[in-house]
């Protein structure tokens, strides 16, 4: 099973600026948009999360957001899946620590990379200030 050291050198690998914000948590920036990606050691799993966007509160809007998430959720996603948590939406991945490589972790987050930029344009229109410019 992989340390809380073995994950902190597979951060460092990754080559992202990492800050540990408390023990056994991590935070890296993912893109240009301001997306900060959360790493939490939990042996006997380690647990990634990401705030994608706020519900929106008309709730004809948000079921349509449900329902392309959920589809997004069956074809499009890799690693992880969008959740609901608090009011936001998340990508969120959990990998078991017993087995997991370098190469797992960092497809992982490429993933995340990958959802973020594909997906952006068509959860823009449940979120306006994501709205891309044309």
Request: cysteine-free; glycine content about 6%; overall charge negative.
């Amino acid at each position: 099973m992989l340390t809380r050291e073995d994950v902190e050198s597979y951060l460092i690998r990754t080559g992202l600026d990492i800050e540990e914000v408390e023990e056994d948590l991590w935070v890296l920036p993912l893109g240009d948009n301001g997306a900060r990606l959360v790493v939490s050691f939990s042996p006997p799993v380690l647990v990634l999360r990401l705030k994608v966007l706020d519900l929106p509160a008309d709730a004809t809007q948000a079921a349509g957001l449900y329902r392309r998430l959920l589809e997004l959720n069956a074809s499009d996603l890799v690693h992880g899946a969008y959740g609901l948590e608090e009011g936001d939406v998340i990508l969120t991945d959990t990998l078991e620590l017993e087995n997991l490589d370098f190469n797992e972790f960092q497809a992982s987050i490429d993933a995340f990379q990958m959802a973020l930029a594909a997906h952006r344009e068509q959860l823009a229109a449940f979120q306006p200030q994501l709205r891309v410019e044309s």
